[in-house]
């Protein structure tokens, strides 16, 4: 066996086409290709998916059923395989407690820091609180007394404090000390009697150590110093069931304050948790924000999640509220200047932990995301930002012999941050691991050590292995002819300039006094009936103005004229030059297997009308509704026109089997009967929309639907392929021909955010042929873009800036792609300059 390489043989997972394909461990490889060429299906599909399957296969059936189940990957045989994790752009969490910091595991180690280095300062009056020895115990018991005017008091033992357990054992072991009483969750006990706690709740409960008279001061003092001995540390002093409040107070040999008796609980992590009771808000429960739809401000935290004592501890000068506000970049500044004021015992207690957060911190800046704060929500986080932050997580574990899978690491981030996340990967394959990257950026590319190619095009078209070797080896003009990436990479094909830009003055859309996120006040106009770019460095406020600002105020206007307040932005102007807005991403057409292109874009109507138009279709009366495999009558029955069966196999994988009466074609037999040019409505249904033009060639109805699909360089697709198979480009690009197939109203507003994700060089001309036709029949579009072929093809750009997070938020510069280059302010404009030459 060779062990210096992974063997792929007879890989066949979607569109891949039976291919041998031989990776090098541990370098850096690139998957190219154009989007749908098979990129996907051979990295995550076939290569991760069957090393993770084996590595669960290896465990016991009791931890599988917990894992979830795989089903082999469709391919002969892989030699070679590592371990394998994939980081890809999902985004990482909905949970409304997950942040930034707790994701990356930085919180968990700041609160171990808070917990073993804080200093600890009153919530009542901001005094520091030093240990109270057992002296000034009785010291405070008897002033308390005196205010009270009370003769006894009792003093308690806290064993247990919010921990779950039947504590049978315990309590039987006091009564044998000679203990005759406890306090159980408020309420007081006899130790001879038979005490039944619920061994799954939780409970509070006090020993009563002693009733003493407040002035027999040595039994105070020895009820005092058991009390402390018995709870580690802790002791309640009970002046009785009076009606005046203050009728008992806690003190501790650890934190409370002399001056106004508060004291606090232990200083443990779990107290600044906002995820756990100990620490979190009473009010909010730890999430900083009520209501029904979390849409206001928590009045007791006002947004920090914890409780006071929480806050009351500091390191450094800050409390942990205030050192997660911070960004990473900050946050390292603060962790490095603290660690510099460390004494060698600090250093003895907490330098691990100290080291463990820079250096979280530091792999955080490496993957350019410096301007994020640790206690951002992850629902927030672009798809990108989260792949870059499991990145950095990744580095910082230090695993070797791994193979790590990445679709396309470079999204979302500007050409400047692209080279240190190349040193980043280039540093995870240094650690002995093997990655393997889905990318289409051409700095990737070209840094990488082995590069494979798919294609030659897409879908159906696809699913080869163009040429594979050594980049250096293989990107030359020999290979131009055989590989379109290599031809782009070379220069010989290239993504012309436009030949003329719309100059001409248009309506505006005029935004004044942008809030939203750290977006500076701005006002900017944009004009309407163009092809307008948002650039800037990531976390600069592009998504911030296109979300938040534009489509939310622009959505409600629709919806609510006359009567709207604006939210985060002080007004918009222009609105009436707009029928309606439409954001276009790469989220999927459809979550199901039932949905399709055909479906999706509305073509299968007029093709099943076709179909119920038919003579063979009149003879037997049937209507519409026959053809479709969603309702009864015409589909299959046994498997409700799926066209499969799912069969659940318990501790093994659920397995996917074709309908045994239709055999996957959906519908009944009488249904395909009907027959035009010798095919049925399924055999139809597996056409690809380049054959299908064909097929219907003269019904007008339903080929220029077909034509338009073919237009936006999807002719390779079929029909009725599985909405599931879809890759994020082609989603795309499906949405865009549905807006083009429909009666175009000629005044909307298109956003894009990062349209060419996932696109190859010639996906990204095709994608800017088509929003181009949309802008000439009047519509506008707004596009969000790194990628600098895209943004020489603009009319107007506005670039915000000049860096990310509280740095940004401004617009640097607007006007042509000529004049954002000419821009000396402009980071984007020096390298655009290149792309205009």
């Known amino acids: 066996m060779n062990e210096d390489k992974i063997i792929i ?19 850096l490889v690139v998957f190219t290709g154009l989007s749908g060429s098979g990129k996907s299906s051979l990295a995550f599909d076939t290569i991760f998916a069957e090393g993770q399957r084996r590595y669960i296969e290896s465990l016991s059936p009791y931890a599988r059923q917990f ?10 045989e892989i030699i070679g395989l590592a371990p394998s994790i994939s980081i890809d752009q999902k985004s990482m969490s909905h949970n409304p407690r997950s942040t930034v910091g707790t994701l990356t595991e930085i919180y968990d180690y700041m609160r171990v820091l808070f917990a073993r280095m804080g200093e600890v300062f009153c919530p009542v009056c901001g005094d520091k609180i030093e240990k109270l020895t057992p002296d000034e115990m009785v010291d405070i018991v008897t002033a308390k007394a005196g205010e ?36 159980v969750d408020g309420k007081f006990h006899s130790l001879h009697d038979k005490i039944n706690l619920a061994r799954y709740s939780k409970h509070d409960i006090d020993l009563v150590v002693d009733k003493v008279l407040i002035t027999d001061k040595s039994r105070l003092f020895e009820a005092v110093e058991n009390a402390l001995g018995y709870s580690q540390g802790l002791m309640t002093a009970f002046f009785g069931e009076g009606s005046k409040k203050n009728n008992e107070f806690l003190l501790s040999s650890r934190w409370t304050c002399p001056r106004d008796n508060f004291s606090f609980p ?8 906002f995820n756990s009771p100990h620490g979190a808000c009473a009010e909010c429960f730890g999430l900083g924000v009520i209501g029904f739809h979390h849409d206001k401000l928590c009045p007791v935290c006002e947004g920090k999640r914890l409780k006071p004592e929480a806050l009351s501890v500091r390191v450094h000068k800050k409390n942990i509220n205030e050192v997660s506000s911070l960004t990473i970049e900050r946050a390292e500044d603060f962790f490095s200047k603290y660690y510099e004021t460390m004494s060698e015992r600090d250093k003895t207690i907490a330098e691990n932990v100290v080291l463990e957060i820079t250096s979280r911190l530091e ?32 580095i910082g574990s230090h695993l070797s012999h791994t193979l790590y899978v990445l679709d396309e690491p470079t999204i979302g981030l500007h050409q400047r941050d692209t080279a240190r996340l190349i040193e980043t990967l280039k540093s995870l394959r240094d650690q002995k691991n093997s990655v393997i990257v889905v990318e289409h950026d051409e700095q990737t590319i070209l840094e990488s050590d082995y590069l494979v ?3 030659p095009k897409a879908g159906v078209h696809g699913g080869e292995i163009v040429i594979a070797g050594p980049t250096k080896e293989i990107v030359k003009k020999s290979n131009a002819d055989k590989s379109l990436t290599i031809s782009y990479l070379i220069g010989q094909s290239k993504i012309e300039l436009p030949k003329n830009r719309r100059k001409k003055t248009t309506e505006k859309l005029k935004i004044i006094g942008a809030t939203a996120n750290n977006l500076k006040n701005i006002q900017v106009e944009i004009p309407l009936r163009k092809l307008v770019g948002i650039s800037g ?5 592009k998504s911030s103005f296109l979300y938040d600002v534009l489509y939310k105020n622009l959505s409600a206007i629709r919806n609510n004229p006359g009567r709207y307040k604006f939210s985060k932005v002080s007004s918009i102007l222009g609105s009436e030059y707009l029928s309606k807005v439409v954001v276009i991403d790469q989220s999927p057409i459809g979550r199901t297997p039932r949905s399709n292109p055909a479906t999706y874009t509305g073509i299968f109507t007029p093709i099943r009308d076709f179909f119920a138009a038919l003579p063979a279709s009149r003879e037997r009366g049937y209507t519409l509704s026959r053809f479709s495999f969603n309702r009864r009558g015409g589909r299959c029955d046994a498997c409700d026109g799926s066209g499969y069966k799912l069969i659940e196999m ?50 007008y109805l339903i080929t220029d639907k077909l034509k338009v699909l073919q237009e936006v360089g999807l002719g390779y697709l079929q029909l009725g392929q599985s909405a599931t198979t879809l890759s994020g480009g082609e989603a795309q690009r499906i949405k865009l021909a549905r807006e083009l197939t429909h009666s175009l109203g000629k005044r909307t507003l298109y956003l894009l955010d990062e349209p060419t994700v996932g696109l190859h060089y010639r996906d990204v001309e095709m994608l800017l042929e088509v929003l181009n036709k949309l802008v000439n029949k009047g519509n506008s579009v707004l596009i969000i873009e790194h990628n600098l072929h895209v943004i020489k093809s603009m009319d107007y750009v506005i670039d915000l800036g000049p860096e990310g997070g509280e740095r940004g938020g401004r617009v640097v510069a607007k006007g042509t792609p000529e004049d954002i280059a000419d821009n000396e302010n402009s980071v984007t404009g020096q390298y655009l300059k290149q792309m205009l030459k």
Not at 67 to 76: I, N, R, S
Not at 155 to 182: A, F, H, N
Request: glycine share 8%; proline share 3%.
């Open 537 to 541: 460095v990531s976390g600069s406020g």
């Open 9 to 27: 043989k007879g890989a066949r997972v979607h569109n891949l086409k039976n291919i041998n394909l031989e990776i090098p461990h541990n370098q």
């Open 453 to 455: 190619d798919l294609g």
């Open 650 to 699: 318990h501790f093994l994988p659920a397995v996917f089997v074709e309908c045994d009466v239709c055999h996957g074609k959906r519908f009944n037999r009488e249904t395909l009967q009907v027959k035009h040019k010798a095919k049925n409505i399924a055999e139809v249904l597996t056409l690809t929309i380049d054959e299908a033009v064909k097929y219907f060639d003269g019904n």
């Open 67 to 76: 894992l979830g189940q795989m089903k082999p990957a469709d391919v002969d």
């Open 266 to 273: 232990e200083i443990e992590p779990r107290l600044f948790s």
């Open 148 to 183: 009270l005017k009370a003769k006894f008091v009792t003093i308690l033992s806290p064993l247990v404090r919010g921990r779950k357990g039947e504590y049978y054992q315990l309590l039987y072991d006091y009564l044998s000390l000679g203990y005759g009483q406890v306090r």
């Open 363 to 394: 792999f955080l800046l490496k993957v350019g995301l410096n301007y994020l704060s640790l206690d951002r929500r992850s629902d927030t986080l672009s798809g990108g930002e989260a792949q870059r932050i499991r990145l950095s997580s990744q």
